[in-house]
């Protein structure tokens, strides 16, 4: 099912001509399916339900790849819960009607202040990634008189095959305790009057594309376990982290299911409740940035089209080099070039994407795909450029879930010295 679609060569979301929507609420504008995202949460839930391992399963969509309201309310009114790596990411779920009790936090540098208020409305569990963290989440929860749920994130030193900065789970990486200390550390965490031990929890990266570095990573975390109930610490509950990736142009990640079924056959008869943090996943292919050509420059070497969507808005093209297919909204009677994709960005990385065959004029609109995951939540006011309005498309229906921000708002927190 495509939730993007054209009918008499105008692109859709869902019912809704993305035309009317650049009319009705300008560009630069994120644009989100309902549809689409609740297919992805099912895709989640019913792998879960299909194996006896994944029933009771939770599926802790990780907010940073999109945290808007009116996604984060959705998912929650789903079932989901949420995995967190911020006190303002906490706030944001709570404010999107999130139950406490599924809510799982993430991160290597969690302060007091985070962890006291994450055990004041009672999370379900601090993945916890260093000693120092651990001993600063004992000492918190001892003031509170509270006992922190805890589980340790574990780097399986996999090489999950993606680009080196979102590669997490090798021992080169700042994430998770190591593999050889697991063990120690555990037999720490029990003994810690603040800290009861719940789970294992480990993420080796983002946008894998085989399945195979998460049955490694899944071996090697068992293997501790193992050792852990000899050692007399029991699991409840067992974090795969997220990472599964998507497809960007013609990259073949594997489905849900035959993602997720034989690691539930690994998990068989343990009795450990599964934990998953997707994102991206669940998001990516569920938005698209709308944008509007401004100018096309002809240049010595290459064409420019300008469009009022920048770096500022979409990082990855500029950050990671990504690739995001960008497509007419409306076909035109121009005739075909090659463009780059550029911004009103004073950088030369200030680019959308490159050699794109267009058939295009100024006033066009552009969408630019896959922009629902590390879109908007990676977006900036750089040059003082307002952040881009975003709608969820409901079959007929739009709902503004956030309105493009003023430029007085951009300047309103600072003072002019007096
Ligand atoms: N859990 C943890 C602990 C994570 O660090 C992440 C992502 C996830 C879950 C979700 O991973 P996902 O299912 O989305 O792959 N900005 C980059 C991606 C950074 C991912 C960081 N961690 C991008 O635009 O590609």
Not at 97 to 119: D, H, I, P, Q, Y
Not at 237 to 249: A, E, S, T, V
Not at 273 to 281: A, C, F, S, W, Y
Not at 293 to 299: A, R, S, T
């Amino acid at each position: 099912m495509t939730f993007f679609s054209r009918k008499n060569g105008v692109l859709h979301a869902e019912a809704v001509a993305l035309s009317s929507i650049a009319a009705r609420f300008g560009t630069p504008t994120y644009v989100y399916s309902r549809a689409a995202l609740e297919a992805a949460y099912g895709e989640f839930r019913d792998a879960l339900a299909a194996h006896p391992a994944g029933a009771g399963g939770l599926v802790c969509y990780a907010v940073k790849a999109n945290s808007n309201l009116g996604i984060l309310s959705l998912f929650a009114r789903l079932g989901a819960g949420f995995d967190i790596v911020s006190g303002g990411e906490l706030e944001r779920v709570l404010a999107a009607g999130a139950e406490a009790g599924k809510v799982v936090f993430s991160g290597v540098g969690k302060t007091e202040a985070e962890m006291a208020r994450a055990l004041e409305v009672g999370i379900r569990c601090f993945n916890v990634e260093s000693v120092p963290e651990l001993d600063r989440l004992n000492a918190v929860a001892v003031r509170l008189g509270k006992k922190a749920p805890l589980s340790l994130r574990v780097n399986p030193n996999v090489d999950a095959k993606t680009h080196p900065y979102i590669s997490t789970g090798l021992k080169q990486n700042k994430f998770g305790v190591a593999y050889e200390d697991a063990l120690a550390l555990y037999r720490r965490a029990a003994s810690l009057p603040g800290i009861e031990v719940t789970g294992i929890d480990c993420h080796i990266g983002s946008q894998l594309l085989d399945a195979s570095p998460f049955a490694e990573a899944l071996d090697k975390v068992l293997a501790l376990v193992d050792q852990l109930a000899a050692a007399g610490i029991r699991l409840h509950h067992i974090d795969l982290g997220g990472g599964l990736g998507i497809r960007y142009l013609d990259e073949a990640p594997p489905r849900v299911a035959d993602y997720l079924t034989p690691l539930l056959q690994k998990l068989e008869g343990r009795g450990l409740q599964v934990i998953l943090e997707p994102g991206r996943r669940l998001v990516g292919n569920a938005g698209l940035l709308l944008t509007k050509i401004e100018y096309l420059k002809p240049g010595e070497e290459k064409n420019f089209a300008i469009v009022d969507a920048a770096m500022n808005d979409l990082m990855r093209p500029a950050l990671y080099d990504a690739y995001h297919d960008i497509v007419e909204v409306a076909p035109g009677n121009a005739a075909k070039a090659s463009y780059s994709i550029v911004g009103p960005i004073c950088e030369s990385g200030d680019f959308l994407g490159h050699g794109r065959e267009l058939a295009v004029v100024p006033g066009d609109l552009l969408a630019v795909m896959s922009a629902g995951a590390y879109g908007f939540s990676m977006s900036s006011n750089y040059n003082t450029r307002p952040r881009a309005a975003e709608v969820m498309v409901d079959g007929d229906q739009v709902h503004l879930v956030r309105r493009r921000e003023t430029v007085a708002e951009l300047f309103a927190l600072e003072s002019p010295l007096p």
